[in-house]
Nanobody
Framework: QVQLVESGGGSVQAGGSLRLSCAAS????????MTWFRQAPGKERQGVAA????????YYADSVKGRFTISQDNAKNTVYLQMNSLKPEDSAMYYC???????????????????WGQGTQVTVSS
């Protein structure tokens, strides 16, 4: 079993920054596709960013390219999402998800992610 705990959410004005963290614990696999998803009230879940922990290859949704950066700290078993130039439309609950022993091919559809965190709220005011 893998446990994921997100932190770092909060309220910020448009143009501001936040850094989300996703700390993993429990059983450790040699490779993951680690991702961030978000869901706003009344909207479908949206893939935000992903990282292949073996290749350290990163992927982004078009809506966040150039503003968000996903990274990992293997020593801390933690994945980060640095969010800059935040917009009101970035407001959502942000979830970390993990797919063990997998590449990130097709990550954005959110399928086959066996482990999810509880979420952290991000609110961006205009």
């Amino acid at each position: 079993q893998v446990q994921l705990v997100e932190s770092g959410g909060g309220s910020v004005q448009a143009g501001g920054s936040l850094r989300l963290s996703c700390a993993a614990s429990g059983y450790t696999y040699s490779r993951y596709c680690m991702t961030w998803f978000r869901q706003a009230p009344g909207k479908e879940r949206q893939g935000v960013a992903a990282i292949d922990t073996r290749l350290v290859t990163t992927y982004y949704a078009d809506s966040v390219k150039g503003r968000f950066t996903i990274s990992q700290d293997n020593a801390k078993n933690t994945v980060y999402l640095q969010m800059n130039s935040l917009k009101p439309e970035d407001s959502a609950m942000y979830y970390c998800a993990a797919k063990p022993l997998s590449t990130c091919v097709g990550w954005i559809n959110g399928k086959s992610f066996g482990y999810w965190g509880q979420g952290t709220q991000v609110t961006v005011s205009s």
